[in-house]
């Protein structure tokens, strides 16, 4: 029992690690901001974790493999692929259910410097392109894709989505969710040969009633 209150205490600590650098950054975050949103002392935090740059890496760690599990989930669901890649496409845009992006943008440019760091946001950037490029692949394999190269059709779709989360997290309120959603639909079918309204919301009974009357 004892032992699990342990790993219970050191997930508690890698949570709020990652809460606090979504908030402040990685550079001005530090042990005490974590301990005093735990309440505990920094030196339950240096317990489990000797330095900040540990605690830093650990924390990162910790929500990729979180966006990893939900990266799984989504493509193993029942289904199209065509409707897989329109959930794949929605946890990953930075303009639908991706909160982090803040976080990882933070990480890409402080793991230039830091080798363990730059270890684990190249690992999650890898298992995404390639879970990506097998999916896009099954897609053409059975006619619901219209693209040459999995694999280059997947970086095509990850670059540009990398490049509008930059854009919305350093300039936030310069663009529209709307219209960013409309450019990720538009670019990530003209990837797939497919048409943009095939990844659009989905409409609702009455929508559908209005179209037919």
Same mark, same amino acid.
């Given at each position: 029992?004892?032992? +699990? +209150? ?6 508690? %600590?890698?949570? !709020?690690?990652?809460?606090? =650098?979504?908030?402040?950054? =990685?550079?001005?975050?530090?042990? !005490?901001?974590?301990?005093? !949103? ?9 317990? $489990?974790?000797?330095? +900040? ?35 794949? %496409? ?7 259910? &991706?909160? *982090?992006?803040?976080?990882? %943008? ?8 830091? +080798?363990?760091? $730059? ?12 879970? =990506? ?5 099954? *897609? ?5 894709? $219209? ?15 990398? *490049?509008? &989360? ?20 538009? $670019?990530?079918? *003209?990837?797939?040969? %497919? ?13 559908? !009633?209005?179209? =037919?009357?």
């Amino acid at each position: 029992m004892a032992r +699990k +209150k342990v790993v219970l205490r050191r997930e508690e %600590i890698l949570e !709020a690690t990652v809460e606090q =650098i979504k908030q402040r950054g =990685i550079a001005t975050t530090r042990v !005490a901001d974590v301990a005093g !949103a735990l309440k505990v002392s920094s030196g339950l935090v240096h317990y $489990h974790f000797a330095t +900040k740059e540990l605690l830093v890496e650990e924390a990162f760690a910790y929500a990729a493999g979180r966006e990893m599990e939900a990266l799984r989930t989504t493509v193993a669901r029942s289904g199209s692929v065509v409707a897989r890649m329109k959930a794949l %496409i929605r946890l990953y845009a930075p303009t639908g259910q &991706a909160p *982090g992006w803040r976080l990882w %943008i933070d990480g890409w440019s402080a793991g230039m410097r830091d +080798k363990g760091l $730059h270890d684990v946001m190249r690992e999650m950037d890898e298992e995404w392109k390639s879970r =990506i490029t097998a999916l896009v692949q099954e *897609g053409m394999d059975n006619g619901e894709f $219209h693209c040459s190269d999995a694999r280059v059709v997947a970086w095509r779709i990850t670059l540009f989505l990398d *490049g509008l &989360a930059v854009q919305l997290v350093a300039r936030r309120g310069a663009l529209e969710k709307a219209e960013a959603s409309q450019w990720v639909r538009e $670019h990530v079918a *003209g990837q797939l040969g %497919i048409d943009p309204a095939v990844l659009g919301p989905r409409r609702t009974a009455a929508q559908r !009633a209005a179209d =037919i009357s």
